[in-house]
C-alpha cells in the first residue's frame, strides 16, 4: 500500500470514527430528551391526579413534599441519606417554562408554602395571574383558609402530647392537622400528618377508638397551639421519617402561620427548687428512701429529674428506658457505687412519686418493669466507662 493510499484510508476512518462518535452523542442526546419529557409527562399525571382528587388536601400534601425538596436539612449529613436540595428558583422556572394548568395549580400553592418570602411570592403570583389559567376556588384562595378550633390529646405520664388544629378551606373542604410532640425529646415535634375530615369527626373517632383511661382530651386556645408548634418545630433537629415527616412539615409551618400569634408555649412541668428540694428531702426520709446513703445520692437523683419530661412525679416507661439506655453518667468525684445504684434508686423512688402525683399500679408496673429489663445492661455500660477513664 502506498503513502497516498494509507493517508486516504487513514483520512476515511477518522471521518467515521467522528461519524460514529457524533451518532452516539445524537443517541444518548435523544434519549435523555426522552427520558426527561417521560419524566415530566408522569409528574404532570401526578399532579392532575392530586389536582382532581375529591379533596384539595391531595394537592396540598404533594406541593409540600415538593418543597420539601428544596429545604437544606438542618444538620448537614445527617441520617443513611444523603440529599442535595433543589433550587427553589430553578423549580420555579422548571414550572413556569412551559406551564399547564397542572403546573400552575402547584405553583400556586408552592407560592402559600413560601412563609416569610413576601419578595419571591409576589413574583410567583405575578406569574400566576400572567398564565391566567382557571383555578378551583380552593387553590386560588388558599390564603383564606380559616383555623377554628385545636385540641390537645394528653397522657397522664406527659411523655407527649397530640395537638389537633382543624380548620377550613373555601368551598367547604375541612381538614384536620395532626402534630405529636415528643417531650421526653426536647419536646420537639417528632410526627404529624393532615386528615381530609373536620377536627369533630377525628375526634369522634378518636376517641371512639381510645380505651386509654389515662388519656384526655382538652380544648386549647388557637394562639397557644401555634406557640406549641412553633416551638417544636424549632427543635425537631433530627428528624425520624414517618409516611408523612417530615414531608409534611412545610404544610404544617403554613398552618401555623396562620393561627394567631400571642400564645404560650409548652412549659416543662419541673417544680420550682423549694418544692423540688422538699420532695427529694421527703424520699430519703421515707421508708424505700432512707436505705441510701446521702452522699451523691441526692444529686444523682436530682439529674435523673432532669431528664426527659422533667416531671418529677410522672415516670413512664419510655422515659425510664431513655434513662437506662442513654450515656451513662459517670464522673471521678461521684463514687461508682452510687452511679452503679442508679437502677435500684429509681425502683425505689418511682413508686414513691407515683403516689404523689396519683398514678395507677398499673403504670407504676409497667415503669418498674423497664428498669428490671435495662438495669443489668446500664451497670454492664457503667462499668465499662468506668475502665476506659482509669
Not at 85 to 92: A, H, S, T
Not at 182 to 206: M, Q, R, T
Not at 221 to 233: E, F, M, N, T, V
Request: some cysteine; glycine content about 6%; overall charge negative.
Amino acid at each position: 500500500m502506498s503513502d497516498a493510499e494509507r493517508t486516504v484510508r487513514a483520512m476515511s476512518d477518522g471521518r467515521r470514527r467522528r461519524r460514529a462518535k457524533e451518532t452516539r452523542r445524537n443517541t444518548r442526546r435523544t434519549k435523555a430528551r426522552e427520558r426527561k419529557s417521560r419524566e415530566e409527562a408522569r409528574f404532570a399525571e401526578v399532579i392532575r391526579g392530586a389536582l382532581n382528587g375529591a379533596h384539595p388536601l391531595d394537592l396540598l400534601c404533594l406541593a409540600s413534599i415538593v418543597f420539601r425538596m428544596t429545604v437544606p436539612d438542618r444538620i448537614p449529613n445527617w441520617g443513611s441519606q444523603k440529599r442535595e436540595p433543589i433550587d427553589m428558583d430553578y423549580l420555579i422556572g422548571s414550572l413556569t417554562r412551559d406551564p399547564s394548568s397542572e403546573t400552575i395549580a402547584l405553583l400556586a400553592v408552592l407560592t402559600e408554602l413560601m412563609v416569610g418570602e413576601k419578595d419571591r411570592q409576589d413574583r410567583c403570583r405575578r406569574e400566576i395571574a400572567a398564565q391566567n389559567y382557571p383555578l378551583p376556588e380552593s387553590i386560588s384562595r388558599l390564603a383564606q383558609i380559616r383555623p377554628y378550633r385545636a385540641v390537645r390529646a394528653t397522657h397522664v405520664l406527659g411523655d407527649a402530647d397530640e395537638l389537633l388544629v382543624g380548620a377550613e378551606l373555601v368551598g367547604g373542604y375541612e381538614l384536620t392537622c395532626v402534630v405529636h410532640i415528643n417531650h421526653n425529646f426536647l419536646s420537639e415535634v417528632d410526627d404529624a400528618y393532615f386528615v381530609p375530615e373536620s377536627i369533630d369527626k377525628v375526634l369522634v373517632g378518636a376517641i371512639e377508638r381510645n380505651n386509654d383511661p389515662d388519656v384526655s382530651f382538652v380544648d386549647m386556645s388557637l394562639a397557644d397551639a401555634r406557640a406549641w408548634i412553633d416551638h417544636g418545630l424549632k427543635r425537631a433537629l433530627f428528624p425520624i421519617e414517618s409516611d408523612s415527616w417530615p414531608h409534611c412539615r412545610p404544610l404544617v409551618e403554613w398552618l401555623a402561620s396562620n393561627l394567631p400569634e400571642g400564645g404560650v408555649k409548652f412549659q416543662t412541668p419541673e417544680c420550682d427548687w423549694a418544692s423540688l428540694s422538699k420532695l427529694v428531702r421527703s424520699f430519703f426520709a421515707s421508708r424505700s428512701g432512707a436505705r441510701f446513703k446521702l452522699l451523691y445520692t441526692e444529686e444523682l437523683l436530682q439529674e435523673l429529674i432532669e431528664s426527659g419530661s422533667g416531671d418529677p412525679l410522672r415516670w413512664s416507661a419510655a422515659r425510664i428506658a431513655r434513662v437506662l439506655d442513654g450515656t451513662p453518667f459517670y464522673d471521678e468525684r461521684v463514687p461508682l457505687m452510687s452511679v452503679l445504684e442508679i437502677p435500684e434508686l429509681l425502683r425505689a423512688f418511682v413508686p414513691f412519686a407515683h403516689s404523689q402525683s396519683g398514678i395507677r399500679d398499673e403504670l407504676t408496673a409497667k415503669a418498674l418493669a423497664v428498669i428490671d429489663e435495662k438495669g443489668p445492661a446500664y451497670r454492664r455500660a457503667v462499668l465499662e466507662k468506668a475502665e476506659y477513664w482509669e
